[in-house]
């Protein structure tokens, strides 16, 4: 059973047969994919892509042609657990734009730092950007399998395609195939599903709220987001406070007992949904329990980010006594 056409490209040389890169994977393997990772590798693309622009050249460091989109590298991780392969983030790669090979000191480096953090997830393959698989795919592919003898390649299609309904994502697996009487590695394609937690739900439901629409940033579109909820809130406030003391008048006998509008007021209480549920309760806790991670999680983030960069200073200023004798060694 073949799948679309769909164009694999081997080490050094052309594209293989359309029969043998249209084939599926039949290695079993379940993919599950989060959306982290499509946001790393967008992000990534957006960023390069931009410094492109700034600094007035078309091509990125990547080795893009002149004139052509950027293209970007890096690492996907994850665990495996039998046959089903779980992606859960991703990391950046620095490839050489003249022999195209990667930077292994940087590689390595990422994934002990990765390691320290999360210590069940491993390479699981790379990714990049374009529209089909390069014919210098497969070189970088090889060289990664000293890290993981199979990897997935992940391929991010960056270009809008406003009558396309799935995902712009496409998983590969390399395969060994006999084409023309000699062996040859392919790219075959796996099929995947979206897998999300908590946390990831909300943070892209967030995210797909506050896309700029205008040209105005995120903050200053919840800004306005928030302060539109606030007056609606305040008005109807004041136009409950209202009814109550008319109510209460009424109950008193300070004003003449209206049945018609007694009854209208009731009608409008009906409609209105009950507050003391317990169902309102739990969503309402969730709700609040979800706003207060976010903003907990931010907080978090900045101050990761502040110590950081201390670190590094700390750091860059150690380095230089280090180097003579006597001197102190790294900080940290």
């Known amino acids: 059973m073949s799948a679309p056409s ?6 050094g040389q052309a594209p293989a047969p359309s029969s043998a890169s249209a084939a599926s994977s039949s290695s079993g393997l379940t993919f599950k994919l989060h959306p982290l990772v499509i946001v790393n590798v967008s992000d990534h693309y957006t960023r390069v892509k931009a410094q492109a622009a700034c600094s007035g050249d078309g091509s990125s460091s990547s080795g893009a042609a002149p004139g052509q989109p950027p ?8 665990v495996q657990r039998g046959r089903t ?3 859960f983030n991703s990391f950046e790669l620095v490839l050489d734009p003249i022999s195209g090979t990667l ?3 940087f590689l390595e480096k990422k994934q002990e730092l990765y390691k320290k953090v999360f210590p069940d997830f491993y390479v699981l393959g790379w990714y990049s950007t374009g529209s089909d698989v390069q014919e210098t795919d497969m070189q970088i592919h090889k060289a990664l399998m000293d890290v993981n003898e199979s990897p997935v390649y992940l391929l991010l299609n960056p270009a809008i395609n406003l009558s396309q309904k799935d995902l712009p994502v496409t998983i590969y697996e390399s395969e060994l195939h006999v084409i023309d009487g000699s062996p040859q590695l392919i790219f075959v394609r796996s099929n995947y599903t979206i897998e999300t937690v908590e946390a990831e739900r909300i943070s892209v439901d967030h995210v797909a709220h506050l896309k700029p629409s205008d040209g105005g940033s995120a903050a200053t579109q919840l800004a306005a987001h ?3 909820i606030h007056s609606a809130i305040k008005m109807l406030n004041s136009r409950v406070r209202v009814i109550h003391q008319y109510l209460v008048a009424m109950q008193k006998g300070d004003i003449p007992l209206d049945n018609s509008l007694l009854r209208q007021v009731s009608s409008l209480v009906r409609r209105l949904p009950a507050m003391e549920s317990q169902k309102f309760q739990d969503d309402f806790l969730m709700e609040y329990n979800d706003t207060l991670l976010m903003t907990y999680l931010a907080m978090f983030t900045n101050c990761s980010s502040t110590m950081n960069e201390l670190v590094e200073k700390i750091n860059t200023s150690y380095e ?4 003579r004798r006597g001197g102190r060694g790294v900080f940290m």
Not at 6 to 11: E, F, T, V, Y
Not at 71 to 78: H, K, N, S, T
């Open 6 to 11: 769909d164009p694999a490209a081997s080490a």
């Open 71 to 78: 293209r970007v590298f890096g690492c996907v991780i994850g």
């Open 85 to 87: 392969v779980e992606i």
């Open 103 to 105: 930077d292994r000191a």
């Open 226 to 228: 928030l302060t539109g």
């Open 320 to 323: 230089r006594p280090a180097t």
